[in-house]
């Protein structure tokens, strides 16, 4: 299920990839439009949840808001002003990152599977390879001011995946998890950039969007978010998820120029995702 769901998480970042490369928009301006549109879209939908709220949940709700506050404003901004490549090609770092953390934050997964050395050294071996032939096949160039300006977005992306599962698992029903991750975090994430915008944003340009933009925006969000949330709650490893995410550049390719050019790094690269999802299928 996890697979399915990664996938569909996958296609829809490369639709978010692809939004602003092109259109130059203000990264915070769309923040606000996805974080308060998202929230406002599925707010009639908070009638038919049933799981109650308490306090670390709210919290972990507010914590994510901030992390998408972070990562939406920095990925828009460097979309446009580096391009997808260089923007989704730093990304490589955040598998490992995310694999990392969750090992330190579930640090009884972590001892369980070094008792299986086998396991243990294959897992390490396939994400090592997704991370590194990734990395080979975006051809990464990044100048400095780039490379510091996305820091940031990866640790709030890495952070966010482990996040997003505890959301889901803590939610209760898969769908009671999902409509308050849209309605509190993305609301959350509308005032982060708001705020942003106002302390930062001294002489504004191309704040005009079409309504077109705007819809387009919400429902790609609003479904990457959905899909996101079932991917990381049937994932036994939020890094499996991140490895999968990484074919979104990918297929931002194939919707933009309608072809593809496969490198022998980009063959490798598949045949290491491919390794991940029967080693996942073998673990469990």
């Known amino acids: 299920m996890w697979i399915v769901y990664s996938f569909i998480y996958a296609i829809f970042n490369a639709l978010y990839l692809n939004f602003n490369e092109r ?3 203000n990264g915070y301006l769309l923040g606000i439009i996805r974080g308060f ?13 049933t799981t109650k709220l308490n306090g670390a949940y709210l919290s972990l709700l507010i914590l994510q808001g901030i992390l998408i506050g972070v990562y939406d404003s920095h990925i828009f901004m460097s979309s446009s002003m580096y391009g997808v490549n ?6 490589a770092t955040s598998v490992l ?3 990392v953390l969750w090992w330190g934050i579930e640090f009884n997964d972590f001892i369980t599977l070094t008792q299986n050395p086998t396991e243990f050294l294959s897992l390490l071996f396939i994400l090592s390879g997704i991370s590194v032939f990734y990395w080979q096949m ?7 001011e780039a490379e510091k300006f996305l820091y940031p977005a990866v640790i709030a992306l890495s952070v966010m995946s482990i996040a997003t599962r505890y ?7 898969t769908f009671d998890g999902i409509i308050y991750y849209l309605f509190i975090a993305c609301f959350v994430s509308g005032i982060y950039n708001l705020t942003m915008f106002k302390i ?32 990381f709650r049937e994932a036994h490893n939020p890094s499996y998820v991140m490895s999968l995410l990484l074919t979104s550049p990918i297929l931002a390719h194939l919707f933009r120029y309608k072809r593809i050019k496969v490198s022998l790094y980009m ?9 991940l999802i029967a080693y996942s299928l073998y673990a469990s």
């Open 200 to 231: 930062r944003v001294k002489e504004p340009n191309n704040i005009s969007l079409k309504l077109k933009d705007i819809v387009t925006l919400i429902i790609i969000s609003t479904i990457l978010i959905g899909a996101k949330t079932i991917a």
């Open 37 to 49: 549109g998202v929230s406002l879209f599925v707010s009639p939908l908070l009638y038919f949840t």
């Open 97 to 99: 990152i995310t694999l």
């Open 138 to 144: 975006m051809k990464v160039k990044i100048k400095f």
């Open 167 to 173: 959301i889901a698992l803590m939610g209760g029903k």
């Open 86 to 91: 260089s923007t989704f090609g730093f990304m």
């Open 267 to 275: 063959f490798i690269f598949i045949l290491f995702i491919i390794l």
């Open 23 to 25: 259109k130059h928009y």
